[in-house]
């Protein structure tokens, strides 16, 4: 049976992040009714989705027993509304040049902080596991970086089965490659000052023309986890800092996970 009085409680003392979750709700019910009229179901799964997602710090909250801060569970909610509703159905990836790299880097961040917490309960309560404060924070990086990595997995595999375009393309005027060497030798050419391209199909008919040459994803990829390397390094400086000061310090306590137990 649901204990009223102490939801209300809960939600007494924890008015912001209430706040942030009925208003981003509210705001997600509003774009579905809209993907409905307009006739877009693959939008209205996407905002499904992200009504699960907003829910979902919660669920894990009440399950595994632990204590999350309000600053992860509000960064959470605000970043599946930002890369999902914004990025992807109000196209704030192409409008906002920066909208990627800024969610990467605050996912680079925020992984490494669950990765140092999850590692930092087992260090406190079990005896038979500890890590010196530079291998927790090592353990955290790699944690952040991998699941950096699984999600450019996810992104390629969505591209190349789905027909998706989650590496986004990019325009570029040169390129190094080794594959118009005409001797096969190996030896690197290098083209300059790209100012257009043109595509053909085998009958000769044009396809497209672009302006410089296009990159199918590869710098995209690449810069993901360039920033995802700087989110997570960010985290563990601070996340080492609070190692060896725990009482002192009163920001990265902001976005440690703690077990209830």
């Given at each position: 049976m649901v204990d009223i009085s102490k939801i209300k409680k809960e939600m007494k003392?924890?008015?912001?992040?209430?706040?942030?979750?009925?208003?981003?709700?509210?705001?997600i019910i509003i774009c579905l009714i809209r993907q409905l009229f307009i006739g877009d179901f693959e939008n209205v799964c996407l905002c499904v989705l992200t009504?699960?997602?907003?829910?979902?710090p919660f669920i894990i909250e009440h399950h595994l027993n632990i204590n999350m801060p309000n600053?992860?569970?509000?960064i959470i909610m605000v970043f599946a509304f930002s890369a999902e509703i914004l990025g992807e159905i109000n196209n704030f990836y192409e409008i906002i040049p920066f909208w990627d790299t800024i969610l990467h880097t605050l996912n680079g961040f925020l992984m490494a902080a669950i990765g140092f917490s999850l590692f930092d309960i087992?260090?406190?309560?079990l005896k038979s596991i500890y890590l010196s404060p530079i291998f927790l924070c090592l353990f955290s990086f790699c944690f952040s970086m991998t699941i950096g990595v699984a999600w450019e997995f996810f992104e390629y595999g969505m591209d190349k089965i789905v027909?998706?375009?989650m590496q986004k393309d990019e325009y570029i005027s040169k390129i190094n490659t080794v594959t118009l060497d005409e001797k096969k030798s190996n030896n690197v050419v290098t083209i300059d000052g790209i100012d257009y391209t043109?595509?053909?199909?085998?009958?000769?008919?044009?396809l497209a023309?672009?302006?410089?040459?296009?990159?199918?994803?590869?710098?995209?990829?690449?810069?993901?986890?360039?920033v995802n390397f700087i989110g997570a390094l960010i985290f563990n400086v601070f996340g080492f800092i609070y190692l060896k000061n725990r009482d002192n310090d009163k920001f990265i306590k902001n976005f440690i996970i703690t077990s209830k137990c």
């Open positions: 003392n924890n008015k912001l992040k209430y706040f942030v979750y009925f208003f981003l709700r509210f705001l009504l699960i997602l907003l829910f979902l600053t992860v569970e509000i087992l260090n406190t309560k027909n998706f375009d043109v595509m053909y199909d085998k009958d000769n008919n044009e023309r672009i302006d410089n040459y296009l990159d199918i994803g590869l710098n995209d990829t690449i810069k993901d986890l360039i």
